[in-house]
């Protein structure tokens, strides 16, 4: 179907058209109040500050481009990832929650969620003062009374509240994913200030660069769609069963993609690396000269871009297992096929299934966790190659990018089929 077509069909189908407009009316909401600014700030500083720091500005892109002009919802829905980095981790350790997110079905997940938005209230608060008065003490923001301080904690709190919800309506009544939609939409938000960033910088001298540069920003693109649509296919047959025209069995195969983590493990290794920073760059405020003096030698070893590098490289393959292994039991797999009466060809049903399951798991999830880890530092290794630094590939903005493009494609591609099947039911 050619893309015009497309679109055209979208737009005669009410209740995707109206889906479609919903999702981009929220995102001009969340746009517009991330344009306005909490009072006291030094903008020139404060964007100068997230230009010249990685970390942050990774932060800043999952805030939802919010950061960086300190507005009311200058956290995002960072508190909220936090919440869910937490809540996931206790499944593994706490029983019940494991219960909830497991076997309790609609009714667990309810709850799994609704303590998850409670734990993104206090996470808010604590990050927002982290960051406050990391801005403080670069003499980003102005000096603030004890009533200036608590205000902006609350309000920038209400802004993170307000981003769950907004998040959460988009989920219910529009197209993809809300919190991943919000991430989007800063991504977006900060293409026209990289290419006139770029157009104002633009030196002949440097043509092979910018060559070099587009180059590999199409290959990483094409690499990134390819891993994110990669799985392997585990062939699934099932018992035979009497029917009209004698005994049949009939045959499937069960997905495992290469990346089945999506960006879950960039989130939290970004997340793991900005508390010691934070906690560093407090304690650089608030402690003696001693401290003072240590907790800044200890920010600026792990803003360090060799070290900061290698930390999230490693954190991220980690986090990959880690999530991988969360959300997808071989053990679970394994034992609901045996109750369908389903089983791989050549392999014993139950603990034998599980074993190969899992050692497929391995094999494929490795692949995926180099190849995030990869995109992860992927800015750090363009940038040091080309020594172009008024653009940057941000190889985890372009994966997230990717996979919300792909996840509202299929999604509206699916409720196109749903239609064409209803219509050919209804003849």
Same mark, same amino acid.
């Given at each position: 179907?050619?893309?015009?077509?497309?679109?055209?069909?979208?737009?005669?189908?009410?209740?995707?058209?109206?889906?479609?407009?919903?999702?981009?009316?929220?995102?001009?909401?969340?746009?517009?109040?991330?344009?306005?600014?909490?009072?006291?700030?030094?903008?020139?500083?404060?964007?100068?500050?997230?230009?010249?720091?990685?970390?942050?500005?990774?932060?800043?892109?999952?805030?939802?481009?919010?950061?960086?002009?300190?507005?009311?919802?200058?956290?995002?829905?960072?508190?909220?990832?936090?919440?869910?980095?937490?809540?996931?981790?206790?499944?593994?350790?706490?029983?019940?929650?494991?219960?909830?997110?497991?076997?309790?079905?609609?009714?667990?997940?309810?709850?799994?969620?609704?303590?998850?938005?409670?734990?993104?209230?206090?996470?808010?608060?604590?990050?927002?003062?982290?960051?406050?008065?990391?801005?403080?003490?670069?003499?980003?923001?102005?000096?603030?009374?004890?009533?200036?301080?608590?205000?902006?904690?609350?309000?920038?709190?209400?802004?993170?509240?307000?981003?769950?919800?907004?998040?959460?309506?988009?989920?219910?009544?529009?197209?993809?994913? *809300? $919190?991943?939609? =919000? /991430? &989007? !939409?800063?991504? #977006?938000?900060?293409? +026209?200030?990289? %290419?006139? @960033?770029?157009?104002?910088?633009?030196?002949?001298?440097?043509?092979?660069?910018?060559?070099?540069?587009?180059?590999?920003?199409?290959?990483?693109?094409?690499?990134?769609?390819?891993?994110?649509?990669?799985?392997?296919?585990?062939?699934?047959?099932?018992?035979?069963?009497?029917?009209?025209?004698?005994?049949?069995?009939?045959?499937?195969?069960?997905?495992?993609?290469?990346?089945?983590? *999506? $960006?879950?493990? =960039? /989130? &939290? !290794?970004?997340? #793991?690396?900005?508390? +010691?920073?934070? %906690?560093? @760059?407090?304690?650089?405020?608030?402690?003696?000269?001693?401290?003072?003096?240590?907790?800044?030698?200890?920010?600026?070893?792990?803003?360090?871009?060799?070290?900061?590098?290698?930390?999230?490289?490693?954190?991220?393959?980690?986090?990959?297992?880690?999530?991988?292994?969360?959300?997808?039991?071989?053990?679970?797999?394994?034992?609901?096929?045996?109750?369908?009466?389903?089983?791989?060809? *050549? $392999?014993?049903?139950?603990?034998?299934?599980?074993?190969?399951?899992?050692?497929?798991?391995?094999?494929?999830?490795?692949?995926?966790?180099?190849?995030?880890?990869?995109?992860?530092?992927?800015?750090?290794?363009?940038?040091?190659?080309?020594?172009?630094?008024?653009?940057?590939?941000?190889?985890?903005?372009?994966?997230?990018?990717?996979?919300?493009?792909?996840?509202?494609?299929?999604?509206?591609?699916?409720?196109?089929?749903?239609?064409?099947?209803?219509?050919?039911?209804?003849?």
């Amino acid at each position: 179907m050619k893309v015009y077509e497309k679109i055209k069909r979208i737009w005669k189908l009410s209740e995707l058209r109206y889906k479609i407009l919903f999702v981009f009316s929220m995102l001009v909401v969340f746009r517009a109040v991330a344009a306005i600014p909490v009072p006291g700030v030094n903008t020139s500083r404060l964007q100068s500050f997230f230009e010249n720091n990685q970390l942050f500005g990774m932060l800043n892109v999952f805030s939802g481009a919010g950061m960086d002009n300190f507005s009311l919802v200058m956290m995002g829905v960072g508190p909220y990832i936090t919440a869910s980095i937490v809540m996931q981790l206790m499944t593994v350790v706490i029983p019940a929650v494991e219960k909830w997110y497991r076997e309790e079905g609609e009714a667990g997940r309810k709850k799994f969620q609704q303590i998850t938005r409670v734990l993104a209230v206090p996470f808010s608060l604590i990050q927002s003062y982290g960051m406050i008065t990391l801005l403080k003490s670069q003499n980003v923001i102005n000096d603030l009374s004890g009533f200036e301080l608590t205000r902006t904690i609350i309000i920038i709190t209400a802004g993170t509240i307000f981003l769950m919800w907004l998040g959460e309506l988009i989920t219910e009544k529009g197209i993809g994913n *809300g $919190v991943s939609m =919000i /991430i &989007f !939409a800063g991504i #977006i938000t900060g293409l +026209p200030g990289s %290419i006139k @960033n770029l157009i104002a910088t633009w030196d002949s001298a440097q043509l092979f660069a910018y060559s070099a540069f587009a180059i590999v920003s199409i290959l990483v693109i094409a690499a990134v769609i390819f891993v994110t649509e990669g799985q392997r296919n585990i062939p699934v047959t099932y018992a035979r069963r009497i029917s009209g025209k004698g005994m049949v069995s009939s045959s499937s195969y069960l997905p495992l993609r290469v990346n089945q983590a *999506g $960006v879950i493990p =960039i /989130i &939290f !290794a970004m997340s #793991i690396l900005l508390v +010691p920073n934070m %906690i560093a @760059n407090v304690l650089g405020v608030v402690g003696s000269d001693k401290v003072k003096s240590m907790a800044m030698s200890f920010a600026a070893f792990i803003q360090d871009n060799w070290v900061h590098g290698i930390l999230y490289f490693i954190l991220v393959v980690a986090f990959t297992f880690f999530y991988t292994t969360v959300t997808f039991d071989p053990n679970k797999v394994s034992e609901n096929l045996q109750k369908q009466g389903g089983y791989i060809p *050549g $392999v014993r049903p139950g603990s034998s299934t599980a074993k190969y399951l899992q050692r497929i798991l391995n094999r494929i999830t490795l692949a995926g966790a180099l190849f995030l880890g990869l995109i992860a530092v992927l800015p750090y290794i363009v940038q040091g190659l080309t020594h172009i630094q008024t653009v940057s590939l941000g190889g985890t903005s372009l994966l997230i990018a990717v996979s919300v493009a792909l996840d509202v494609m299929k999604q509206i591609d699916s409720q196109l089929i749903m239609r064409d099947y209803e219509g050919f039911l209804r003849k």
